[in-house]
Structures are given as C-alpha cells and as structure tokens.
C-alpha cells in the first residue's frame, strides 16, 4: 500500500514509534506512515505498547485523507496490548474504522509464493540457499503450517545451515526435504521463549488442554483449568490470547473445538511441565485426585506422549 502511494508521490514513512510519526509529519505534503508488527514481532512488547498507548489518540487526530497510517499487529499481541493500554479520545475505539484482519490459512497459493519469494530476495541468498529454495518451494507453500513469519524465520534461521550441510554433502535429499518441513513445524527456541514469557494462568491452561486431550471444547477446557487454577481473568479471553501462539479453534458438526496449532506444541508444553517440579506435582496430584488409579492408568496409557509413565 505504502509502495502505491509512493507512485502518486506521496512520502513513505517507516515508524518504530510514535516519535518517528511525529518528527516527520508534515502539513505540507501527502504522506503514508507504516508502522509494522507495532507491538512486536512475536510477543507483546511492553515498552513499545506502553508509548502507543500514550500518544495514539494524539496521532490519530492527525490523520486525514492525506495523511494515512497502516499499522499491524497479530492478533493475539494485539488483544493482550489493548487489554493493558488505556486508550482515549479518537483511540478509545482502536482499531477501528478500517480494521483488517488477515488469516495466513485463506493466503492464495500465489500470495504465499510471492511471501517467500519476498522473505527469500531480501536475505540476499548465495546459489546454494536459491538452489534449495526451488527445489523446495512448492513444498513450502502448501505446507500446512506455512505463516510468513515461520518462513521468515526459515530464511533466516534455518536455511543457511542446511545450505552449509548441502554443499558439504553431509545431508541426503530426503533428508533436506524433511529438515526443512521440520523446521516450519516444529518447537525451535523462540517458542520456547514465547511459552516461558506467558504468565502461571496461562501456563495451567495449556496444561489443561493436555489433560482434556485433542479437539476439547471451550467449556471442558475451562472446567479442566480450574482444577489446578482459580483464573482471575476469563478463560475465554486466555484462549484468545493463545491463539495463532500455541492453539486454534476450529469448527467440528458445529461445534467449537479447542486444539494444539500443531503436535509440536503439545511436545514443547509437555517438555517444560517436566522440568517444573512444583508444576509437575500439582498436575498429577489434581489428576489423581479426580480419578482412581485404575483409570488413570487406563488413559495414560492411550497417551503417545509417554509423559503419564
């Protein structure tokens, strides 16, 4: 969009913060600020949400037919910012009017093409990373995990050590084929650091939904919740927040079902349960205590996971 405007000779504004709105508005000419993921790439930023909050109503109050900002954010950061910030004025009703959401499912098969076509260009790849980004390109773009920040993070991550290993030889084609779909799908230590910056409730309600199993309802997770929790916000609106992060709704003969994004999440709650004693011990002793032995050991044996053992 800004790219557009910048063909009707409009000024085209990268803004980190408010600061940068307000140091190059001008009166004088058209202008477009764009200010991407404003409340942070992967999780909320606190100090960048903290000065939207202060000076959004001020910026919106500059905005006119020509003077635009597009501004982006997830939607589960964007929840929990506004569930922190206190908006006021012409902000008390932020994001609207012209809130746009954007599901990374319903991208177009071209879209996704020309995502990582884009993620790939700008990383300035060496022969070998273009080799394998054609070799694997359709694979990338149907795969059903594909988001563009996951193949952002591949480009960039991933890929220049399995290019390292290409041309060393050291790593089959099959091999490379199911390392790059593991890398899309899998655990890596970002979310890692995303799962230890959620907070003890929402902790427990991913524990939750491993004692409730695959495709619980809303209602069931919540009554499995406050077993090991008393919540003092609406487990509605903690599943929200984990959305797109670490769980999904979909929709099953009508019915609202509550699942991992992926098996790889359920593995990566599993593996910091274990290493939490305190943690540990109360989510077996509230198991224990809610069913007898016998049918604990009857359940945990139907479990993949191996964890109940």
Not at 5 to 24: K, V
Not at 167 to 177: F, N, R, S, V
Not at 256 to 278: F, M
């Amino acid at each position: 969009m800004a790219a557009v405007q910048l063909t009707q000779a409009w000024e085209a504004i990268d803004c980190e913060s408010p600061t940068d709105f307000f140091d190059n508005f001008s009166d004088s000419k058209p202008q477009v600020f764009v200010a991407d993921d404003a409340f942070g790439r992967t999780e909320y930023d606190t100090a960048r949400g903290s000065e939207w909050g202060r000076q959004l109503h001020k910026v919106i109050q500059k905005l006119d037919n020509k003077h635009w900002l597009i501004w982006t954010s997830r939607m589960h950061i964007l929840r929990k910012a506004l569930d922190e910030m206190s908006l006021q004025g012409k902000a008390a009703n932020f994001p609207k009017p012209a809130e746009v959401i954007v599901n990374a499912r319903k991208l177009s098969f071209e879209e996704r093409a020309l995502i990582l076509y884009r993620h790939a260009r700008a990383a300035g790849l060496e022969d070998a990373a273009k080799t394998i980004i054609r070799g694997s390109a359709a694979a990338l773009i149907i795969n059903p995990h594909f988001t563009p920040e996951r193949i952002r993070r591949f480009v960039v991550d991933a890929l220049p050590e399995l290019t390292t290993r290409s041309k060393a030889g050291t790593i089959k084609k099959e091999k490379l084929a199911h390392e790059i779909s593991e890398s899309i799908s899998n655990p890596t230590d970002r979310m890692r650091k995303a799962y230890l910056k959620l907070d003890e409730q929402q902790r427990w309600l991913l524990i939750a939904l491993l004692e409730s199993g695959y495709g619980t309802s809303p209602e069931d997770l919540e009554e499995t919740a406050r077993r090991f929790i008393d919540p003092h916000r609406p487990i509605a609106d903690e599943i929200q927040l984990l959305r797109e992060g670490f769980i999904e709704e979909s929709e099953f003969f009508g019915t609202t079902c509550i699942d991992w994004i992926h098996p790889s999440y359920r593995d990566l709650v599993i593996e910091q349960l274990e290493k939490d004693e305190a943690m540990c011990e109360r989510f077996l002793h509230s198991a224990l205590s809610t069913a007898s032995i016998s049918q604990y050991q009857s359940r945990a044996a139907k479990r993949a996971s191996g964890f109940f053992r």
